[in-house]
């Protein structure tokens, strides 16, 4: 609900409230973010003068979108120049208009026609509010957009924060980490064109809560490009964090009467711990980010011979593989790199979307054919940002990738990045990409992208060039739609060299994301929990593969158990598995199939950690009705002095429903409550134990 009142404008939600007003001088300025107070008067407040000339009152403004301009140091969120060679931007109040849960507040220039309207969406149920910023220029000149961040949010008190993000690199993405504001800033962000393996587009700050517990804040970029997120703590104590497109290289010409979207940035506040804004981003990203075609579609097994086969994919190396798949229960059969142009290895091919008809010498569909006659669909890799200078594409067309004058382009995995703001590139992967699709039965598309992007120069673009970030963005994020729309049966799925566009922008054109190339059952476990801090469970594929290191490969079960907490795969080379490990992956996909509602759609806890509770790892899941529910335990280590006894509570259940589960052997019913508060007792016997427990509610007879 959102209420304006006497110009405070009350953003409430089931059960936080964001309040910001109009003060007497004009300016915007937040007023409260937590716990909902309702409509409740007192605001605004009032800013005290300034502190003296080195400390201006504006830098102790909590401003709901500041500029730079006037006598401002905090890092502000727009910064623009004018064709006069002005700098300064000052913006105060022009309007509101108010659309049930929606919001518009306008901001002006005070002499310049330069408009900013900020939009803001509440959702009740979701407990978040998203909001997002159109600069529109009316004046008869062009204006340059030299930073133009989506959100500024403030953090409540002056008290320092605990402020968290992830540090990955390639194969060990998503590790989280965080660090006490004090003073001064922290920027997460990224400048290789995408989100990139490092730090992730988003933010969670608090004071000391827990896993379960305590006041947690929030907020994640809908962006797939260059990012920054900024928090500040300066001369007035308080915290204040930005989100948006980085403007590191960045610069935006707005020609006149032209406008510009920065993209939106969705935030929430929970008194629930590390959990509750867990479950806050994942029944968010369920209800109102994925696209719309899946999101209520459990996502299908699939298998991948990727690990197995690398780039020797062949007819017949793969129609081998086919009736293993089919008969563990793989519902989506599908072919990675290697299939087209000249691909024997990652130095030739990319941009040529051809089959190649040495590997395929009838195309794709005899293939197709014997993946469907086995009852699975087909699914296909492709690299289209793409293309190796090995390539017809390039040698027909050496101008379409990113160049600057005088300088050679460095080579990263042998391969250049296409300038995807040419509309002819985006026409030649619309037309290839789409005669694939059209020519033949693909149901699944792995859209890869294998390298950061250098030398970014776009020649075609002029004096625009440093908004080729943001226009390769844009354009990439059309190609999908084009293509989404045209052929509304298939998925797609992100990977960039493993989680390199893991972001809630890429989840509004991908139906889920490859999170690691690292697939080794003990590393995944970090993995996929700093996955879990703030991305859905359901858009996180997992592979049961082959790795292992030091000759030491983790048991089946085990491998099983770990990628049974996402979308389970298998990306083994199944045409080595011998009868009982087929069996075995049967039996796991089988079980997988009856609880795949639970964990990719349920509510989701970390009930144990590595660190913290003695070397177990435990996730549980359980339905928003809470009838069923699904715990996952990993003990990876020995731990031999502990292996007599553990204990471990599980989370979420209905203290007064009965519940059904089978413990140490043993069928027991149990209530809600109980289980809720009365650790369970277990013994570990040996490394590598796993156990996967699905408890059911019981009818209660009347
Ligand atoms: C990237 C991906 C892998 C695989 C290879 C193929 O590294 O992350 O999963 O698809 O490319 O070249």
Same mark, same amino acid.
């Given at each position: ?79 623009? !120049? ?23 507040? /306008? ?58 993000? /992830? ?34 587009? *988003? ?46 290289? =960045? ?55 990727? #690990? ?22 793989? #519902? ?9 142009? &000249? ?111 250098? #030398? ?20 990439? =994020? ?52 700093? *996955? ?62 009856? /609880? ?24 549980? *899941? ?26 471990? !509570? ?18 027991? #019913?149990?209530?809600? &409550? ?7 007792? =277990?013994?570990?016997?040996?490394? =590598? ?14």
């Amino acid at each position: 609900m959102i209420t304006e009142k006497n110009n405070v404008f009350y953003l409430e939600t089931q059960n936080t409230e964001y309040i910001f007003a109009v003060h007497p001088n004009g300016t915007l300025q937040n007023e409260y973010w937590g716990a909902r107070i309702g409509v409740c008067g007192g605001f605004p407040g009032k800013p005290s003068g300034d502190r003296g000339s080195n400390d201006p009152v504006e830098d102790f403004y909590t401003e709901e979108y500041s500029a730079w301009g006037g006598a401002r140091f905090k890092e502000c969120a727009l910064k623009v !120049s004018f064709a006069d060679g002005n700098r300064d931007l000052k913006l105060h109040f022009a309007s509101f208009s108010l659309n049930g849960e929606t919001l518009d507040v /306008v901001l002006k220039d005070d002499f310049y026609a330069l408009w900013v309207t900020l939009h803001y969406t509440v959702f009740p149920q979701n407990d978040v509010i998203r909001r997002s910023v159109t600069v529109k220029n009316e004046t008869e000149n062009s204006v340059t957009v030299e930073r133009i961040a989506s959100a500024v949010l403030h953090l409540p008190g002056k008290r320092p924060f605990h402020i968290h993000n /992830v540090s990955g690199a390639w194969s060990g993405e998503q590790q989280p980490f965080s660090e006490t504001l004090q003073s001064g800033s922290m920027i997460f962000e990224s400048r290789k064109g995408s989100t990139a393996h490092g730090n992730s587009p *988003y933010f969670i700050a608090e004071q000391g809560c827990t896993e379960f517990s305590g006041d947690a804040y929030f907020a994640a970029l809908e962006y797939s490009g260059n990012f920054k997120v900024c928090a500040s703590r300066g001369a007035d104590h308080r915290t204040q964090v930005l989100l948006g497109i980085n403007d590191f290289d =960045f610069a935006y010409i707005l020609d006149p009467h032209a406008a510009l979207d920065a993209p939106p940035v969705f935030f929430g506040f929970t008194e629930q711990g590390f959990s509750g804004v867990s479950n806050t981003v994942n029944r968010f990203a369920l209800d109102h980010i994925f696209p719309k075609a899946f999101a209520e579609k459990p996502l299908p097994v699939l298998y991948n011979s990727w #690990e197995a086969l690398e780039f020797s994919v062949n007819i017949e190396n793969q129609t081998a593989l086919v009736q293993n798949a089919a008969d563990m229960g793989i #519902e989506l059969f599908v072919m990675d790199d290697g299939w087209f142009g &000249a691909r024997k290895n990652d130095r030739a091919g990319l941009g040529d979307w051809f089959v190649n008809r040495e590997k395929f010498p009838d195309g794709l569909t005899p293939l197709i054919d014997c993946v469907n006659r086995a009852g699975m669909d087909f699914g296909l890799w492709v690299e289209p940002e793409m293309v190796n200078p090995d390539s017809d594409l390039y040698r027909a067309h050496p101008d379409w990738v990113y160049h600057f004058p005088n300088r050679e382009n460095r080579l990263l995995r042998s391969q250049l990045v296409l300038n995807l703001t040419l509309d002819e590139v985006q026409d030649y992967l619309y037309d290839c990409l789409s005669a694939l699709l059209r020519e033949n039965n693909i149901r699944y598309i792995k859209w890869d992208m294998n390298r950061a992007y250098s #030398e970014a120069g776009a020649p075609n673009l002029g004096d625009n060039q440093k908004a080729m970030w943001y226009l390769h963005n844009r354009a990439l =994020f059309a190609l999908l739609e084009r293509l989404r729309t045209e052929f509304p049966a298939v998925s797609f799925e992100a990977c960039a060299s493993g989680g390199g566009r893991i972001d809630y922008g890429a989840l509004h054109a991908f139906d889920m994301y490859w999170p690691s190339d690292n697939t080794e059952a003990v590393d995944r476990i970090r993995i996929q929990n700093g *996955y879990s801090r703030m991305y859905p469970t359901k858009a996180m594929r997992a592979w049961v593969t082959d790795i292992g290191w030091n000759a030491l490969r983790v048991p089946l079960d085990f491998r099983f158990a770990c990628a049974m907490r996402g979308a389970l795969s298998v990306g083994g080379n199944i045409g080595k598995w011998s009868k009982e490990e087929l069996d075995t992956a049967a039996q796991y996909i089988a079980l997988y199939k009856s /609880v795949r509602d639970v964990i990719q759609f349920g509510d989701f806890y970390r009930i144990a950690d590595l660190d913290t509770d003695e070397g177990l790892n435990a996730v549980q *899941y359980v339905s928003r009705d809470k009838t069923r529910s699904v715990a996952i335990l990993l003990t990876p280590f020995t731990q031999f002095h502990l292996q007599k006894e553990r204990l471990l !509570s599980l989370r979420g259940l209905d203290d007064h429903k009965t519940y059904r589960f089978t413990w140490n052997g043993e069928t027991l #019913e149990r209530t809600g &409550a109980f289980l809720n508060h009365v650790p369970l007792a =277990f013994e570990t016997k040996r490394t =590598f134990d796993s156990r996967i427990v699905v408890l059911e509610a019981v009818e209660q007879s009347s």
